[in-house]
């Protein structure tokens, strides 16, 4: 066996012990190699009951393809206006009444789609695992165009100013013409031997994106033509072994004004500000899959399960829920008063904003890998089979 297909070899097994670790939330890696000693510590938490303070009802499920399975995406859907758009790995593209949950159109893909949806300038677009890009009409589902890219998308592409910016999962962002799929310019980053499944998502600013490194740093290019205005580290990736140097970004970073929160595996969050790319504070709590905010608070989830509730202006712990350990938490969404995570039983939990107690829990079922998204007092999960529901606080 050559040297450079060793290479390759150990970074997919380490990659998928990796990802499988964060799915499935109960396993340590002795465990999955058929270790004697089951490891205790690694135990996901049982459930507490409480008694509920919010009133949660479901109001629509539907399912939109086979879903992820294993792979680690986390896959979400995204809510635009009075429509959801949800991809599935085996399934398409399907758009959505965010309402009831009718639907809207379908658009039934021969490619594994593993990107987006994401949303904008009257476009829904997907990246696929081998790397396709495909921009749909978002008011019928019809296809405008397809192109390619080197690597699998794995983030939701960002839309805006006349184009479609693809981060792929080489390190690679790379521009498109929105009305017809020409490529405009791309943009490459080292990316590390060892990282967590995922590629970091963008969020777009005034003739600005902001893209997520898994090198554990935040950058700010210009929409135009590429050029990297700043990069800032989010965690430096320090260690002795490339496992303890992941600092993945994976999650688009939140920007609230000019100010902008991100959050790294190395359970580190920082505020930075967006014109200089100057830190504004950081914090050690956080993990992958980003953060949510709130009017006063920034809340995130680290890998192991803990849910804290940040202070927004000063990056000072408010409170930690620790009683998700082990469940493979995914990223929060707000949502009125509460946030809201799912867990690997497919579980999803109310927690107040001002103390992070429990509120409320509702069950949709499978693995909950992806973020939960809200708008209008509606949170909408996806599973990884493919099950999407809506769920409303009363």
């Known amino acids: 066996m050559t040297g450079a297909r060793m290479h390759t070899t150990a970074k997919l097994l380490a990659t ?12 340590s890696v002795k465990n999955l190699f058929g270790g004697k000693k089951k490891d205790k510590t690694g135990e996901p938490a049982k459930l507490v009951e409480f008694t509920p303070v919010a009133s949660v009802s479901k109001l629509w499920t539907v399912s939109v393809g086979k879903g992820e399975k294993l792979l680690g995406i986390g896959q979400h859907p995204v809510i635009n206006g009075d429509h959801v758009f949800a991809a599935a790995v085996d399934g398409g593209v399907t758009a959505l009444d965010l309402h009831s949950g009718a639907t809207v159109w379908t658009y039934p893909s021969k490619a594994r789609i593993s990107g987006g949806p994401g949303v904008g300038e009257g476009l829904v677009v997907v990246g696929g695992l081998e790397g396709e890009v495909i921009a749909l009409d978002a008011s019928d589902g019809s296809e405008k165009w397809t192109a390619k890219v080197n690597n699998e998308v794995l983030s939701a592409p960002a839309i805006g100013n006349g184009m479609v910016f693809v981060h792929s999962n080489d390190g690679r962002v790379t521009a498109f013409d929105s009305n017809t799929g020409e490529r405009r310019w791309f943009h490459s980053v080292e990316v590390p031997a060892l990282t967590v499944r995922g590629t970091g998502g ?9 893209v997520g490194g898994d ?18 580290p989010v965690a430096e990736p320090d260690g002795r072994t490339e496992l303890e140097r992941m600092a993945d970004v994976d999650a688009a970073p939140a920007l609230d004004g000019t100010t902008l929160y991100a959050s790294s595996y190395k359970n580190h969050t920082v505020a930075i500000d967006g014109p200089s790319g100057q830190i504004m504070w950081n914090s050690d709590h956080g993990g992958a899959r980003g953060a ?3 009017n006063s608070a920034v809340v995130v989830t680290d890998k192991d399960g803990n849910v804290f509730g940040l202070d927004k202006n000063s990056g000072g712990s408010l409170w930690q829920q620790p009683g998700l350990l082990n ?3 995914t990223a ?25 107690a429990f509120a409320a829990r509702s069950k949709l079922g499978g693995v909950i890998v992806g973020k939960p998204v809200s708008a209008d007092n509606i949170v909408i999960v996806q599973n990884n089979e493919g099950k999407l529901s809506a769920f409303a606080l009363q």
């Open 215 to 232: 090198n554990g740093s935040l950058t700010a290019m210009n929409m135009n033509d590429g050029n990297v205005l700043w990069t800032t």
């Open 16 to 27: 998928a012990i990796i990802s499988v670790t964060l799915v499935t939330g109960c396993s």
């Open 292 to 294: 949510s905010l709130s």
């Open 332 to 356: 929060p969404a707000v949502q009125g008063d509460y946030a809201v995570v799912g867990d690997y039983e497919g579980v999803l939990h109310w927690l107040r904003l001002n103390d992070g």
């Open 202 to 210: 963008i969020t777009l600013g005034p003739g600005i994106l902001f």
């Open 327 to 329: 469940r493979g938490v």
